[in-house]
């Protein structure tokens, strides 16, 4: 079955910088790769996803890129925010499968 | 409007009992699935039903009995409560089959086992 490894388990940053976390996964059958956060005492919410069709996608200051051959997706924060803090969870799946969750990031932005 | 419930929000409950989660969504969704996070945040599948339909069965002790009425509804049932059942249990459905589209969450049942 499927495994997602997500790196790092906790990020801090400055307000203005920018955030890299990465997942690699493991099955080759995947094709849907969606990134969520999670406010602390809240429920997570999807923030962007992308299909293994597209090599990156963007929206607004959150971009995720996808490597296939590698197996690795990354999602980039830019000129982070407080507001930015959370945790962040890479998925995997794809068709039939379950969506497998990496075990996080704990984003904290300082400002 | 709320497109993702569960009730109760907080359960706290001794070691032994029985107890159960409930959820709805409205957004019309064909699958919907439990969920188990752990003190460690770890996010992890336990169920899922399409169409009323169980398609996805995680190792999970058989203590844990899902339940769903029609598509708009799945409940849970555990049995014999332990300390390791402690943790938050989200509900969340999506449109399309697992692995396939965007999941969304309900609020959470914060299960406490004393």
């Known amino acids: 079955g499927e495994n997602v490894e997500q790196h790092p388990s906790t990020l801090s940053v400055q307000e203005g910088d920018s955030a890299v976390i990465k997942c690699t996964y493991s099955?080759?059958?995947?094709?849907?790769f969606p990134w969520y956060k999670q406010e602390l005492g809240k429920r997570p919410q999807l923030i962007i996803d992308?299909?293994?069709?597209?090599g990156e996608k963007k929206d607004q200051r959150i971009a995720v890129t996808l490597n296939k051959t590698a197996k690795h997706f990354s999602l980039h924060i830019t000129e982070t925010q407080p507001e930015d803090s959370a945790v962040y969870f890479c998925?995997?799946?794809?068709?039939?499968?379950?969506?497998?969750f990496g075990k996080g990031t704990t984003l904290s932005v300082s400002s | 409007d709320t497109a993702v419930s569960q009730t109760p929000k907080y359960l706290v409950t001794q070691m032994g009992n029985d107890k159960s989660i409930k959820c709805e969504q409205n957004?019309?969704?064909?699958?919907m699935y439990w969920y188990k996070q752990d003190s460690k945040k770890f996010l992890k599948i336990m169920f899922s039903?399409?169409?009323?339909?169980?398609?996805i069965n995680e190792t999970v002790p058989n203590r844990f009995s899902p339940k769903s009425p029609d598509k708009a509804h799945l409940n849970l049932h555990i049995n014999s409560l332990e300390l390791g059942d402690s943790a938050v249990y989200f509900c969340?459905?999506?449109?399309?089959?697992?692995?396939?589209?965007?999941?969304?969450f309900g609020p959470g049942t914060r299960l406490t086992v004393l």
């Open positions: 099955d080759s059958a995947s094709n849907y």
């Open positions: 992308i299909r293994s069709n597209v």
């Open positions: 998925a995997g799946g794809g068709a039939g499968t379950a969506l497998i």
């Open positions: 957004l019309g969704h064909d699958t």
């Open positions: 969340a459905s999506s449109q399309d089959p697992p692995g396939l589209d965007t999941q969304y």
């Open positions: 039903y399409n169409n009323k339909e169980l398609i």
